[in-house]
């Protein structure tokens, strides 16, 4: 099939509840395959936010490590991560670690850091009996969706992520830097406006205000770009949260998220946000050997609850530096 004809709008397959769909015949060699396509696939996912490629075919790490460095060049190495990761391959890790039975509601990835992912590659090697898809939202239509006073305070400040490390849950300060040495952490930190506080039991606890809304840096159209929701309290199971606060006291929780100012968001508007995140979602069970490609910061992803055993494997490319990166209200007042 020439990748002239990829790009032609009947070769994928558009229905409202799921993300645009690409079908191929198993190419024998997925990543020749994706190379030689290359410039009609990234074509698809610029138009439609996502792109799904089912009949590839992957079957192990070695494969899809090829298609994402066909697709993409160079993949990108993950910093700051929330929860740790086991690697699969260079720049391919394993599914953040998240209970089969609790969602991961939608989110941009790494939307907290100054340089940003700007494409995701999902890979299923096996899939769930029953649920667990890789759901995906456009956040041009979330953003237009949500109420105007409330989308117009958060571009206005941006919003604030607010970590504190420990042994126990979430991802360590050497899975998160890449290190536990000090002088290097606060040297990040520093490099990456991100506020630090050392705290008396030697804990680290982090502070970094962001951009809730950016300019897709290819298209300029507005998107709801942050992990608001995802990263707040109110996200999490009642009873996983009374026990972080129990545990770790209000201000102590592994991570948190606040309005640019540092005010409190309430449950009525994590509630508001991942509502209007469902009314725009697009999902389609995972079959084995699929491939998803995911604009990151013109579309949200998040993960289904699931029975029986599920292997996708993800990597992350192109890093963007949306906006300035930190938050000024110059840059986002529009």
Request: proline fraction near 7%; aromatic fraction near 8%; glycine fraction near 8%.
């Amino acid at each position: 099939m020439p990748s002239s004809s990829l790009a032609a709008p009947l070769d994928v397959e558009l229905r409202p509840d799921r993300p645009a769909m690409l079908r191929v015949a198993p190419p024998g060699d997925p990543a020749g395959w994706a190379a030689e396509h290359r410039e009609a696939l990234r074509a698809q996912v610029t138009e439609h936010g996502a792109l799904l490629v089912r009949g590839l075919g992957l079957a192990d790490p070695e494969q899809v490590g090829a298609v994402l460095t066909r697709l993409a060049g160079e993949p990108m190495t993950e910093a700051e991560a929330f929860a740790p990761r086991e690697a699969a391959g260079p720049g391919l890790y394993t599914s953040t670690p998240w209970p089969a039975n609790q969602p991961m509601c939608m989110h941009h990835e790494l939307s907290y850091r100054l340089r940003v992912p700007g494409l995701m590659l999902f890979a299923c090697l096996t899939a769930p009996e029953t649920g667990g898809a890789t759901a995906v939202a456009d956040a041009e239509e979330v953003l237009k969706a949500l109420p105007a006073d409330l989308a117009r305070r958060f571009e206005q400040e941006g919003w604030l992520l607010v970590r504190s490390y420990n042994d126990e849950i979430g991802a360590s300060l050497e899975e998160s830097f890449g290190t536990a040495d000090r002088t290097a952490i606060e040297e990040y930190c520093r490099a990456n406006a991100i506020d630090f506080t050392w705290l008396a039991d030697g804990s680290l606890r982090t502070r970094q205000r962001r951009a809730a809304v950016v300019r897709h840096p290819l298209t300029g159209r507005r998107c709801w770009f942050n992990q608001i929701a995802f990263l707040n309290e109110w996200t999490l199971a009642p009873e996983v949260r009374e026990y972080l606060v129990d545990e770790y006291g209000q201000d102590g929780l592994p991570f948190n998220t606040r309005y640019g100012d540092g005010g409190p968001i309430g449950a009525d508007v994590v509630e508001r946000l991942n509502a209007t995140y469902e009314e725009h979602t697009r999902r389609e069970p995972w079959q084995a050997g699929d491939l998803l490609l995911v604009d990151n910061i013109r579309t949200a992803h998040s993960r289904e609850p699931f029975t029986g055993e599920r292997r996708v494997l993800v990597g992350m490319a192109e890093p963007r530096q949306v906006a300035d990166g930190s938050f000024t209200p110059e840059a986002s007042g529009r």
